[in-house]
């Protein structure tokens, strides 16, 4: 296995450079001698499926590994009914694009702590991961798309390394996602 590179979102320097579609991201990375790239839904999901395409088809055509991340607000940690079910929305729609850009993992912050003890929020967690592979298998997406639990850099977030790799043995289908600057910042704050 060959470490791919490319950056999370589109920089500064592509829009500088005249670019004004991520559309054009593929291209521009390729010509950066850059063979991945992570678009970012963070802060929501506002892409229609015909543009999804386009960057996928981009990506492909350019030799560009894509992953997709979830939007920053999933929070599986919680015990509220309704925050577990909008954030399985949001990762329902997620992989769906996903599938539409032919990206093969999709980045997934964990949630917070919040209210809970560490480890109920842990539990919230490890069963919302249950139901989003049980999505996955009703998308007909298993096997096909990865879901990338990260590592996190709070101490109130859910996403140590070790919860992490703990969370990632409950299927096949789940592959860690080490963000070492979130380790580092971790680190620092004990």
Request: overall charge negative.
């Amino acid at each position: 296995m060959t470490a791919k590179f490319g950056p999370s979102g589109n920089s500064k320097s592509f829009y500088d450079e005249g670019y004004k579609s991520s559309v054009d991201m593929p291209k521009w990375l390729k010509q950066k001698g850059l063979d991945a790239y992570e678009y970012s839904f963070g802060r929501g999901i506002n892409i229609s499926f015909e543009t999804a395409e386009k960057i996928g088809k981009e990506a492909l055509e350019n030799g560009i590994l894509l992953s997709i991340h979830s939007p920053y607000y999933i929070n599986f940690g919680s015990s509220d009914i309704e925050i577990q079910a909008k954030s399985q929305e949001y990762l329902r729609k997620t992989l769906i694009l996903a599938d539409k850009m032919k990206a093969d993992r999709v980045v997934l912050h964990p949630g917070s702590v919040g209210k809970n003890t560490r480890r109920e929020a842990f539990n919230n967690f490890a069963s919302a991961i249950k139901i989003s592979i049980g999505v996955l298998k009703e998308l007909n997406l298993y096997g096909k798309i990865f879901i990338c639990p990260e590592t996190m850099g709070k101490r109130n977030q859910l996403g140590t390394l070790d919860e992490i790799l703990e969370i990632c043995q409950l299927d096949e289908t789940l592959i860690p996602t080490v963000d070492f600057g979130h380790i580092h910042a971790l680190e620092e704050v004990q």
